[in-house]
Structure formats: C-alpha cells, structure tokens
C-alpha cells in the first residue's frame, strides 16, 4: 500500500507557471506506475501524465510540450511542471499510482486556478 499526498496547487494567471508535488509514503519508481490526473467541474477525470514502472512518460494530448512530468527516487516525489498554463488547466489534480495488476492508489488532490 502507498499514501500519496500532493501540494503546489493555487491561482495562477493564464500563461503562468507552477509546480505540483506528489510526496509517497514508500518507494514507488520500479515498482508502480506513477502519474497526474486532473478532473474539472463537471468533467471526467482525464490523464495528465504518467510515468511506466519502465520509466516510459505519456501526455495527455491537451498538455503535451507545456507540462512535463518527473520524479525523484531518493525523495518518493513525482512533480509536475505546468507552464503556459491556460484558464482551461483549471481542475483538481491528482496523483496516481498503481503496481502491474494491482489496484490504484489516489491522493485527495490539489486544486489549481488559472485566471487573471
């Protein structure tokens, strides 16, 4: 089992930039797939980014070449760059993780606004 928590998230004016964070309880990198997930007011929860246990990075379509995805193993934390964000980034952001076969680990979210 693994407790995730992230942190970062705030008000950020369109074309601003932030960093989120995903703090977990063990090791993680090798072992689980990790990743964002963003969920907006009446929309389904949608990938972000993500990282394999092989250390293969996937985009949503929505936020490839703006946000980047990375983790540092000796901190058991997955960030997430965000730049050139829009009003439309706006959404609750979640991080994930979950071994082959196994079941999905989920942190309660950090909340990011972009408006001017």
């Known amino acids: 089992q693994v407790q995730l928590v992230e942190s970062g998230g705030g008000l950020v004016q369109p074309g601003g930039s932030l960093r989120l964070s995903c703090a977990a309880s063990?090791?993680?990198?090798?072992?689980?797939?990790v990743g964002w997930y963003r969920q907006a007011p009446g929309k389904q929860r949608e990938l972000v980014a993500s990282?394999?246990?092989?250390?293969?990075?996937n985009y949503g379509d929505v936020v490839k070449g703006r946000f980047t995805i990375s983790g540092d193993n000796a901190k058991n934390t997955v960030y997430l760059q965000m730049n050139s964000l829009k009003p439309e980034d706006t959404a609750v952001y979640y991080c994930?993780?979950?071994?082959?076969?196994?079941?999905?680990?989920w942190g309660k979210g950090t909340l990011l606004t972009v408006s001017s």
């Open positions: 063990r090791s993680i990198f090798g072992i689980y797939a």
């Open positions: 994930n993780a979950h071994a082959p076969g196994g079941p999905p680990y």
């Open positions: 990282i394999t246990t092989g250390g293969s990075i």
